[in-house]
């Protein structure tokens, strides 16, 4: 399976280079909300799971969920951060009607982790490390919905969901790379099962600063930020957009400034939302009444001990164990569930190339065809190792081996007891062929002389008829050899 090469919009521009730095909020999967009690749950009836503490009551008092506290360590941990072992938290105050405290509960000076790194694959294929300024602890603040009557609502069960922020270095270099980074993030985090990373419910929310400068510029450009894109596709349609408008706008002798906007998927174009040239001041301090939080090596221990086998080393494995090539490691690694599908094929089989075909092509092909999740399916990892063991010593032919995967996907019927039932052993025996391919070449003496006149495609009409006669077992390799001598 071959992968198409990417291109980058700068190739047009070689003068310049881009600068992306990209922040992400990720709603962590705890059964409860931060500082309270009531669920954290996507898609309840609005302000059902309230309380004084999460609407921001006065004279409430918070209480931190220690998993919160898990969570984070174990993402840092699997990013390589630095993880303070005495932390704090800070209030964050602004006014906005799905905050009623006027402050967000957040970390200021002292994140819980520090100076990580991603790596990733350039366009070239080469490694590259995305660093971490941070990733700190927050929480999520309530919903404005603004309907088409011209009310606005506020829904205050999203308000106090523990989320981290992830903040990368601008090392992003352009889409390719960004693209690369959210991915690599998104199936950390997966793997972690610390979140359900969901872009479409908002548990998982990038937004992108790009700047554009020429080569030789010391100084970076000016930054735009572009907010609250909702897939990794229309994330990478931004930036290059970004790119190429800053770059346009500088050649013009335009002066770029300091603001932020918003993609219009469906104009394919980011549109301005506002500018920032006044920082705003948040007037951050030491929330008073949350204790600081200390972690010991114990906790430390305890939570690194929770930590499975990380995408990146599974992808190296992949590719130094089973052969496979960066790409199919590539697409196998990206979900928990097909890789371990995958590894438990191998280990029936032990045919790692096939086990990734049927996979990559046949499985994956049926699931997105379908819109249905592996778990959802009956396959069992030990049928396809039968089809594939039964493939390989010819028992079946390939077209037959496509007809018992999907029987298998629909049924839960492993290869083995599919092919004994319904009789699909492959039809091997030279004379039994024989019969049936003279007694076709009788039947059809027109297409026997156009054949020997040197109309070489009639072959296939005589493969095709064998094929049909024998309900699709008959060994095609014998069948042809057979028809060539008889002919
Ligand atoms: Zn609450
Ligand atoms: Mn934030």
Redesign the pocket.
Known sequence: MQEERVKSVLEQYPSYEATVGIEVHVQLKTQS?I????YNRFGDMPNS???????GQPGVLPMLNKRVIDYAIMLGLATNCFIRRRCDFARKHYMYPDLPKNYQITQSDKPICSDGYIPITTIDGKEKQIRLVRIHIEEDAGKNIHSATGWSFVDLNR??TPLVEIVSYPDIANAHEAKEYLNHLHTIIRYLGISDANMDEGSFRADVNVSVKQKEAKELGTKIEVKNINSFKFIAQAIDYEIERQIQDIEAGKKISLETRLWDSKKHQTVFMRSKEEAQDYRYFTEPDLPAIEIDDEWLERVNACIPELPHDKFNRFVSDYGLSPYEADILISDQGISRFFEDVVCGCNHAKQASNWILRDLLGYLKEHKVELHQTKLTAQGVAELIIALEKGTINSKVAQEIFVEMIETGTGASAIITSRGLEQISSVDELEKIVRSIIEKNPDIVEKYRSGNERMMAFFVGQAMKETKGKGNPQIIQDLLKKCL
Do not use: H, S
Request: glycine share 8%.
């Open positions: 909300k500082f309270c009690r009531c799971n309230v309380c004084p503490i999460c609407t308000a106090g």
